[in-house]
């Protein structure tokens, strides 16, 4: 069964900062590329970042490029999203997804296209507030 694991949420004071990780079973995330999402209670799911599973190349939403890092390690089969200078408005479930058609679609899924996203995380709860 394959399955996106996702881990390192929690309670964090404005400014702070917190390091998710997405880790696969069931299969391998050398040829996938991962998406961030984040759903914020009330609102549509936000795509946040995607990374290529091979090149490096990486993708921000306007909301948090400067603030958030997203990297692999394919060795741990696994994605981080480190998130730096934590604000209340980053209060969110966040969900990791692998997409099998690569880094370009990876970036449509941010957009809303969720077709070429095929494994979903159950999410992990990260909330900003002092």
């Known amino acids: 069964q394959l399955q996106l694991v996702e881990s390192g949420g929690g309670l964090v004071q404005p400014g702070g900062s917190l390091r998710l990780s997405c880790a696969a079973s069931g299969f391998t995330l050398d040829y996938y590329a991962i998406g961030w999402f984040r759903q914020a209670p009330g609102k549509e799911r936000e795509g946040v970042s995607c990374i290529s599973s091979s090149d490096g190349s990486t993708y921000y939403a306007d909301s948090v490029k400067g603030r958030f890092t997203i990297s692999r390690d394919n060795a741990k089969n696994t994605v981080y999203l480190q998130m730096n200078s934590l604000k209340p408005e980053d209060t969110a479930v966040y969900y990791c997804?692998?997409?099998?058609?690569?880094?370009?679609?990876?970036?449509?899924?941010?957009?809303?296209?969720?077709?070429?996203?095929?494994?979903w995380g159950q999410g992990t709860l990260v909330t900003v507030s002092s």
């Open positions: 997804a692998a997409s099998g058609g690569g880094f370009r679609l990876c970036v449509l899924g941010l957009r809303g296209q969720d077709r070429y996203l095929e494994v």
